[in-house]
């Protein structure tokens, strides 16, 4: 037992299920623990910025050349496209087999508009003229001190890392300056990872507190439908990925449990980044590879959240009883793949691209979103959870294309039973 409490996810898991049961029994307070999961996510949010930097500034650094950052970025970009295209793929399929919407009957003069104005505004400027412009910062500070959008601190460490390694020996000096301050960084964020039973239990009971385990009944089957569609994602896609890359995919997601939990309770893949960058390095990926592949990744590589966008607009037109075209349905797909791009792990993002996703089919009113507006929260967790593993399987798969894997250390991680019966039969001889 006492091994078992001295690991993170122990705690984690405890603190969401009491959050749970809090939240149902006495909503009324649950609803009020709701700064402790902002908090924490506030607390990790803060130390995002710096340590992509370092991690992306090091990685060009590691690469040597800019020749193997091109290299890696090109395969992590492929790989990212046709995953991606996979997962869309698979959303639209489902959808259109289960039909979850289909009987819902719902009238769009009833529909509260108001309910989801402020996600149709935000979507509505979102053009790709701004979406380019905004990869620019005002300022080189502006991209840690302005809106943490992680595609101008990639943007940002890019061209610092270019710059620095064409300095020659004096870029050396900075490059040991950034690398003492990335282990600064690095062990400000595992302090702050002790916190994550109480960012994850306020968080869960909020959502139970707020949205009540009643608010899922009506529209369990598209909850139903999604959370399938993920699971079918990560053990059949990205399974088989694995495997072709040798490496099981069960003893990945467990490897990664901890974060997965953390992932669980506040509803963000961004609160478990940095542990995941140290895990595929424990792993045996290379730490230039880590620090392209996962940044982009968490921009790019947004698995979960495209297969909620083909579902859920997909969705909200069978509710409304519009019957949507093939054509039409590959647009919201093709679309979808371009919202996607830079939304962020946090709470919320996933509704905002949604949005923009379904401007582009008049024939389904934005108003629609209100049908989903009560349950996108708990959809968010299965989204970001999604996005995370695809994440640490796409990290491994570069690693292995660029030859920097160990694999030795892979399977030794994954299987320490192994690992130690080998060993133990060494000692023998």
Not at 322 to 336: C, F, M
């Amino acid at each position: 037992m006492k091994r078992i409490t001295r690991h993170l996810y122990f705690w984690v898991l405890l603190a969401i299920i009491s959050g749970g049961v809090f939240g149902y029994f006495d909503p009324a307070r649950a609803v009020k623990l709701k700064p402790l999961g902002d908090g924490f996510i506030a607390l990790v949010k803060m130390l995002i910025s710096p340590v992509i930097f370092c991690t992306v500034v090091l990685g060009i650094a590691g690469a040597g050349d800019m020749k193997k950052v091109g290299r890696v970025g090109g395969k992590a970009l492929l790989y990212f496209e046709i995953v991606s295209s996979f997962a869309l793929i698979i959303g639209l399929f489902v959808v259109n087999v289960i039909r979850p919407g289909a009987g819902f009957n719902a009238d769009p003069r009833t529909l509260d508009a108001n309910a989801v104005a402020d996600y149709a505004k935000r979507a509505a400027t979102q053009s790709t003229g701004d979406f380019i412009l905004h990869l620019i910062p005002t300022t080189f500070l502006d991209a840690f001190t302005g809106s943490g959008d992680l595609l101008q601190v990639l943007f940002v460490a890019i061209l610092f890392g270019y710059a620095m390694i064409r300095m020659g020996a004096p870029g050396k000096v900075v490059h040991q300056f950034i690398d003492a301050c990335s282990h600064i960084f690095f062990g400000m964020m595992n302090t702050l990872m002790k916190l994550a039973p109480l960012g994850a239990g306020g968080a869960m009971a909020f959502t139970i507190g707020r949205y009540g385990v009643a608010a899922l009944r009506p529209l369990a089957l598209l909850m139903g439908s999604f959370y399938l569609t993920c699971i079918l994602f990560v053990f059949v896609v990205l399974g088989t990925i694995a495997a072709l890359t040798g490496f099981n995919i069960l003893r990945f997601i467990a490897y990664i449990s901890d974060e997965i939990l953390t992932v669980l309770g506040t509803s963000s893949s961004e609160s478990a980044l940095v542990p995941l960058m140290q895990k595929l390095e424990k792993l045996g990926c290379s730490k230039s590879v880590v620090g392209l592949v996962v940044p982009s990744g968490y921009s790019f590589n947004l698995d979960g959240t495209n297969i909620y966008l083909t579902m859920a607009a997909i969705f909200v037109a069978q509710a409304l009883n519009i019957d949507l075209t093939l054509r039409q349905q590959l647009t919201i797909l093709g679309v979808a793949m371009l919202t996607s791009k830079g939304a962020s792990g946090v709470t919320g993002a996933g509704f905002i691209t949604l949005a923009a996703t379904l401007a582009v089919v008049p024939s389904i009113p934005v108003a629609g979103l209100a049908l989903i507006l009560g349950i996108d929260r708990f959809m968010s967790e299965a989204r970001s959870i999604t996005n995370f593993i695809g994440n640490g399987v796409a990290t491994v798969v570069v690693s292995h294309w660029e030859k920097e894997l160990d694999r030795k250390k892979l399977l030794d991680t994954l299987n320490p039973a192994a690992y130690e019966n080998r060993h133990a039969v060494d000692r023998r001889f």
